[in-house]
Nanobody
C-alpha cells in the first residue's frame, strides 16, 4: 500500500519560494502517475501539476505555469513541487497524490492515493 507524506509548507512573503516534498513509502513512485493539488479555504480542490507515468511528460495549471516545477527523484522515492514567485492567491493546503494508472491532464478520475497535505501561506 503506497503512503504519501508532504513536507515543506510554511509562511512566505509574496515573490518568495518554497519547495514541497512528498515522500512515498510502501511502493515505488516510478510506477505511478503523480501530481500536486491544492485547496484554498472555501474553494474546491484544484489540480496544480502532473507527471504522466507513460512518458514522464509534465503538465501545469495555467495559473502556475512558469512559476512552479514538478519533479521526481526515483532514488529517493520522492516527488517535489518547486514554487517560485509566490502570490497571495497561492495560499492553500497542498496535497500530493499518486495513481496506479494514468489519470491524464486534467485528471479524468480520482487519484488512488493522497497525502494529508501541507499548508502554504503567502502573505506580507
Amino acid at each position: 500500500q503506497l503512503q504519501l507524506e508532504e513536507s515543506g509548507g510554511g509562511l512566505v512573503h509574496p515573490g518568495g519560494s518554497l519547495r514541497l516534498s512528498c515522500a512515498a513509502s510502501g511502493s515505488r513512485l516510478v510506477y505511478y502517475g503523480i501530481g500536486w493539488f491544492r485547496q484554498a479555504p472555501g474553494k474546491e480542490r484544484e489540480e496544480v501539476s502532473y507527471i504522466s507515468p507513460v512518458d514522464g511528460s509534465t503538465y501545469y495549471a495555467e495559473f502556475v505555469k512558469g512559476r512552479f516545477t514538478i519533479s521526481r527523484d526515483n532514488a529517493k522515492n520522492t516527488m517535489y513541487l518547486q514554487m517560485n514567485s509566490l502570490k497571495p492567491e497561492d495560499t492553500a493546503v497542498y496535497y500530493c497524490a499518486a495513481d496506479r494508472g494514468d489519470p491524464g491532464w486534467p485528471p479524468v478520475y480520482e487519484f488512488d492515493y493522497w497525502g494529508r497535505g501541507t499548508q502554504v501561506t503567502v502573505s506580507s
